[in-house]
């Protein structure tokens, strides 16, 4: 979204959210994909539930429940580092604590984080910061096929430095590491997708010019950089018009 790049916040049931700095980047990219990247398919094809209604917010209250159990510590590590993930999101103290309601909540200035709110909020936490839920399929064999290939795909340098990227794109853009305290890991990816493929249509010219037929990019095109790596047509292309039913019946079982 442009307000993602033009670093704005956005405010979800009175809690404001801010996109993540690259000052602030490894520490973050340390804690949010344990706790945000498993949704609604995780719950239904790999926990199967007995009961109905499980959201993504009873995982994390029931993993942090666990740890305190057993550490018999309120302030056990995943409790500060939940705490800490949204802090950096909210640029508020965020406190994981039991409200007025006997229920279990994050208190964020005088709002809360609760099972009502939890799904908006993560929804954009992950698309202001390029964090993608995982495919996940009911179909056990398609499912190692899916995991295979991401496998397959990071060993083939599907990952990258995040270091490396900055430098890179400080290079090009001329920018000193003091020019750099509003810059979020959004406006970084993005703006080093454009780089290349700005470089890449220079660097053909020499190419063009003694003949060859070589096509540039088309910078205005939509952007890879904020599509999800795990979608299904990322891993299985379509080959005819049935293919949606087949799919429909494989991703089923």
């Known amino acids: 979204?442009?307000?993602?790049?033009?670093?704005?916040?956005?405010?979800?049931?009175?809690?404001?959210?801010?996109?993540?700095?690259?000052?602030?980047?490894?520490?973050?990219?340390?804690?949010?994909?344990?706790?945000?990247?498993?949704?609604?398919?995780?719950?239904?094809?790999?926990?199967?539930?007995?009961?109905?209604?499980?959201?993504?917010?009873?995982?994390?209250?029931?993993?942090?429940?666990?740890?305190?159990?057993?550490?018999?510590?309120?302030?056990?590590?995943?409790?500060?580092?939940?705490?800490?993930?949204?802090?950096?999101?909210?640029?508020?103290?965020?406190?994981?604590?039991?409200?007025?309601?006997?229920?279990?909540?994050?208190?964020v200035g005088d709002k809360y984080i609760t099972r009502d709110n939890y799904d908006a909020i993560r929804e954009v936490i992950m698309r202001q910061n390029l964090i993608f839920e995982p495919l996940i399929v009911e179909d056990a064999y398609t499912q190692k096929i899916i995991d295979k290939a991401i496998k397959s795909k990071n060993r083939g340098g599907g990952a990258f430095d995040f270091q490396s990227m900055l430098v890179y794109v400080c290079n090009r853009r001329n920018f000193t590491p003091q020019q750099l305290s509003s810059y979020t890991y959004y406006q970084l990816r993005c703006d080093n997708e454009m780089i290349q493929r700005m470089e890449y249509n220079d660097s053909i010219h020499h190419y063009r010019s003694q003949g060859a037929k070589v096509d540039s990019i088309n910078v205005y095109k939509p952007m890879e950089t904020l599509s999800n790596p795990y979608s299904w047509d990322k891993f299985f292309t379509k080959i005819d018009s049935s293919s949606d039913s087949k799919m429909e019946r494989l991703m089923k079982g």
Not at 20 to 44: R, T
Not at 50 to 73: G, H, Y
Request: hydrophobic share 40%; with cysteine.
């Open 1 to 107: 979204m442009i307000e993602d790049y033009l670093g704005r916040s956005q405010i979800v049931e009175g809690i404001e959210l801010f996109p993540i700095s690259i000052f602030d980047w490894e520490e973050f990219e340390k804690i949010a994909p344990h706790y945000l990247s498993y949704g609604y398919n995780f719950i239904k094809f790999k926990l199967k539930p007995t009961q109905e209604d499980v959201r993504p917010f009873d995982l994390i209250v029931s993993f942090l429940a666990n740890e305190i159990l057993e550490t018999k510590d309120m302030q056990c590590s995943s409790v500060v580092n939940i705490e800490r993930m949204f802090s950096l999101a909210t640029k508020t103290e965020v406190t994981f604590k039991m409200l007025d309601d006997g229920k279990w909540g994050f208190e």
